[in-house]
Nanobody
Framework: QVQLVESGGGLVQAGGSLTLSCAAS????????MGWFRQAPGKEREFVAAISGSNIVRYYEDSVKGRFTISIDNAKTTVYLQMNSLNPEDTAVYYC??????????????????WGQGTQVTVSS
């Protein structure tokens, strides 16, 4: 089993920044990807960003490109999402995810193997 624990959510004004963290523990895999999804009230959960465990490949949803940056630490167990220029449309519960396989598969299938509990991000106008 894998446990994913998120932190860093909160309330921020439009134009501000937040950094989310997600620490993974438990089983390890040779090939894996970690990423972030979000779900706003009344909407479906959507893909935000993914990074390969090798720290070579990154993917972003179009609306966050140039504003959000996903990264992974040297131990390859903690993934971060640096969010800049936040706007009210970014308000959502953000979920950390881990997929056994390539990062591209997380972007395409939107079906990771493990989920975190979610952390609320609220952007006020």
């Amino acid at each position: 089993q894998v446990q994913l624990v998120e932190s860093g959510g909160g309330l921020v004004q439009a134009g501000g920044s937040l950094t989310l963290s997600c620490a993974a523990s438990g089983r390890t895999f040779d090939t894996y990807a970690m990423g972030w999804f979000r779900q706003a009230p009344g909407k479906e959960r959507e893909f935000v960003a993914a990074i390969s465990g090798s720290n070579i490949v990154r993917y972003y949803e179009d609306s966050v490109k140039g504003r959000f940056t996903i990264s992974i630490d040297n131990a390859k167990t903690t993934v971060y999402l640096q969010m800049n220029s936040l706007n009210p449309e970014d308000t959502a519960v953000y979920y950390c995810a881990l997929l056994k396989g390539a990062a591209q598969r997380m972007r395409i299938t939107k079906a990771p193997d493990y989920w975190g509990q979610g952390t609320q991000v609220t952007v006020s106008s």
